[in-house]
C-alpha cells in the first residue's frame, strides 16, 4: 500500500511539473498579416498575453504553408522587443513552434 502511495504521489509530482510550454517563453496566437499602407506598417500581428505585437519575419525553422494555412494560428515562441522599433509594438521572434 505504501509502495503504491508513493508511486502515485511521485507521478503527481512529475505530471504538474512538466512545462507546459516546452521551454519557449510564451504562447502567442498569429492573428493574421498587417496590411496598413505606412512606412512602418506590414509584417504579422501576434497577441501574446494581453498585448498584441508585430514581426516582420518568420523563424527560417518554422513551416508555414501560405496554401494551405490560415489565421489565427496558435504558437509558441520566444522574443524580444526590437531596438529599431518604428511604431513602437515591433518584435523580433527568434524561435517559434505551432501548438500542437
Known amino acids: 500500500m505504501t509502495k503504491t502511495l508513493f508511486g502515485i504521489v511521485v507521478l503527481f509530482i512529475l505530471s504538474t511539473s512538466c512545462e507546459k510550454n516546452n521551454g519557449f517563453q510564451n504562447e502567442g496566437i498569429i492573428s493574421g498579416y498587417d496590411y496598413r499602407k505606412c512606412m512602418c506598417c506590414g509584417g504579422y500581428f501576434v497577441e501574446v498575453e494581453d498585448s498584441t505585437y508585430r514581426f516582420y519575419v518568420m523563424p527560417d525553422d518554422f513551416n508555414f504553408d501560405w496554401e494551405t494555412d490560415t489565421f489565427p494560428l496558435n ?12 511604431l513602437g509594438d515591433e518584435i523580433i521572434v527568434e524561435r517559434m513552434e505551432r501548438v500542437k
Do not use: E, I, N, T
Open 75 to 86: 504558437v509558441l515562441l520566444d522574443w524580444r522587443l526590437d531596438s529599431a522599433q518604428c
